[in-house]
């Protein structure tokens, strides 16, 4: 489907928003984002669903994970995935879309996952024995200022900083860095690709470009459990944000699991190419 918003312009707009205004999402702009969901999956077979959850917090912020506090949400977006091969991957894909849609219509949300509170949202969402509860994102609109807690925390976590082309995308190996000219017509996928957030800004995904195909790993850097591995989910956004600048740009491909013979860092785990045509 044609993007009802512009890529660059979206993606370059969107930050974390932890500061919420007393100003609720109204029914109609929900509808709009269902009804986008809707329209929308993801090209891994995982079985993504959503619930919006209307939630008030104090006054004094509610604590949710290790992402830290979030202030005046009225609104939250719970995500869950049937267990599967890709699942994480699906999730991050598809839901990146659904949050630059909500980005595009003036609203502000943010990742939270790891050891965000499930207890009070796993009840309303009523998620089954084979399904993955790992994400929640609260949506609504900013206050129009940043606490001070907020500008220390993207201070610490160097949120605005993004790695350099040589240190996430390679040649033909995983020691020779790709050049933008190198890249060609898929230079803005990747940059989009490299402008993309992730789980306290670790940046976790790497590509080698050899032949026609861009091959995807993830460099891991946070240790968690194979089931929730929240990298996984990075690179699905990551990866969204590439498979999204490609087609704007009318360039035709398709994702498969082709492991490439070649020899890559210990930290590095395979996780789907994309074949150009």
Avoid at 119 to 130: L, V
């Amino acid at each position: 489907m044609k993007l009802p918003f512009n890529l660059t312009e979206t993606i370059n707009s969107r930050y974390s928003m932890r500061t919420f205004s007393s100003q609720e999402v109204n029914e109609e702009t929900i509808k709009k984002l269902q009804d986008f969901w809707d329209c929308i999956s993801n090209p891994f077979g995982a079985d993504v669903r959503i619930q919006f959850i209307k939630k008030n917090t104090s006054s004094e912020g509610e604590k949710l994970g290790t992402y830290g506090i979030i202030k005046n949400a009225h609104l939250y977006i719970g995500v869950a995935v049937k267990k599967s091969e890709q699942a994480l991957i699906g999730l991050g894909y598809q839901f990146e879309k659904l949050v630059l849609y909500a980005t595009s219509l003036g609203l502000g949300t943010c990742w939270l996952g790891g050891t965000f509170n499930k207890s009070s949202f796993s009840k309303i969402m009523k998620t089954s024995q084979d399904e993955i509860f790992p994400i929640i994102s609260p949506v609504g609109y900013g206050s129009g200022k940043k606490r001070l807690f907020e500008k220390i925390m993207r201070a610490n976590l160097k949120a605005d900083n993004r790695l350099s082309w040589d240190n996430l995308f390679f040649m033909n190996d995983s020691s020779t860095p790709l050049s933008i000219d190198a890249a060609g017509e898929y230079k803005n996928s990747l940059e989009l690709l490299r402008k993309a957030p992730s789980a306290v800004n670790k940046q976790p995904w790497r590509v080698i470009f050899h032949g026609n195909s861009f091959h995807f790993f993830e460099k891991q850097t946070i240790k968690s459990g194979e089931e929730t591995d929240i990298q996984k989910i990075d690179l699905g956004i990551g990866i969204c944000h590439f498979h999204m600048g490609a087609e704007e740009k009318n360039l035709k491909g398709h994702f498969k699991n082709e492991l490439p013979e070649i020899q890559i860092p210990k930290d590095w785990e395979y996780i789907t190419s994309w074949i150009a045509e």
